[in-house]
């Protein structure tokens, strides 16, 4: 006859394990002797060796009593299904390493390449990296919103980094937004001068940006998200209405105001 630490050492398992085996009814608590120990015979040790290998093979505890009663036949039908439950489990897991993995390429985790690409040529031109997570978290936006577009609009967006103007625009506002400028310095009616005649002529061109006018909601979410990232993106919205524009992200016109 064993006491629970021998029963503990003999099986491989703690002695805090086989008393919560007791109390959830997995291992019978034998009575005790007339010392008031409990000791444990042959039987306890081949049934908690069997509790032992189904709980570490991935069984759950509530599904071992059954199987430890069970017919061969019923036995064999259990543990196919807590085979499939364990692949199914492994089929999720997996997947979750997948994302992770995803994790360390950044852009790449929410984004098509086509866009990461973009954001990487960004920061070659140097580019300040606070404009390129700006640039980020809009395509994001616009990625959800017209997921099977975006791939179409990138060749010209990459065509766009070889105007001169847009790289200036680029270099203007990345310094604007890394510094305490005021709505009153001259890089910003500069930025506003620039995306200003840049939505005359892709006007004129009869390009519209971003799918304008098919969903105004995501283009009030860009513009929105813009403001939230720093309150002065609302300095260059007004400057753009003064030109004639309702913002950066569609094409729309709107009357100037009186001067």
Do not use: C
Not at 56 to 63: E, H, I, S
């Amino acid at each position: 006859m064993l006491t629970i630490g021998q029963l503990a050492a003999y099986t491989g398992v703690t002695v805090r394990t086989v008393r919560h085996y007791h109390q959830i009814g997995l291992l019978p608590e034998p009575e005790r002797d007339a010392a008031g120990y409990r000791k444990y015979g042959a039987t306890a040790v081949v049934s908690l060796i069997k509790i032992r290998t189904l709980a570490a093979a991935g069984v759950p505890l509530t599904q071992i009593r059954p199987m430890l009663d069970a017919d061969p036949a019923t036995f064999a039908e259990a543990v196919r299904r807590i085979d499939e439950q364990v692949r199914q489990e492994i089929a999720r897991l997996e997947a979750g390493r997948r994302q992770l993995a995803q994790l360390t390429a950044g852009d790449g985790l929410v984004l098509p390449p086509e866009v990461t690409a973009y954001l990487d040529r960004l920061r070659e031109l140097s580019v300040s990296e606070r404009m390129v997570r700006a640039e980020r978290d809009g395509w994001i936006l616009v990625s959800a919103r017209w997921p099977d577009r975006v791939r179409e609009w990138m060749p010209g967006k990459f065509a766009h980094l070889d105007d001169p103007r847009v790289i200036r625009l680029y270099e203007l506002l990345s310094e604007l937004f890394d510094s305490d400028a005021t709505t009153d310095d001259p890089r910003a009616h500069e930025a506003a001068d620039i995306m200003a005649e840049l939505a005359e002529q892709a006007y004129a061109a009869g390009e519209v940006d971003y799918g304008a006018g098919e969903d105004a909601l995501a283009f009030d979410l860009l513009d929105a998200l813009a403001v939230e990232s720093d309150p002065r993106a609302e300095w260059m919205r007004e400057l753009m209405r003064q030109r004639g524009w309702a913002g950066w992200n569609r094409m729309e016109r709107v009357p100037r105001p009186p001067t």
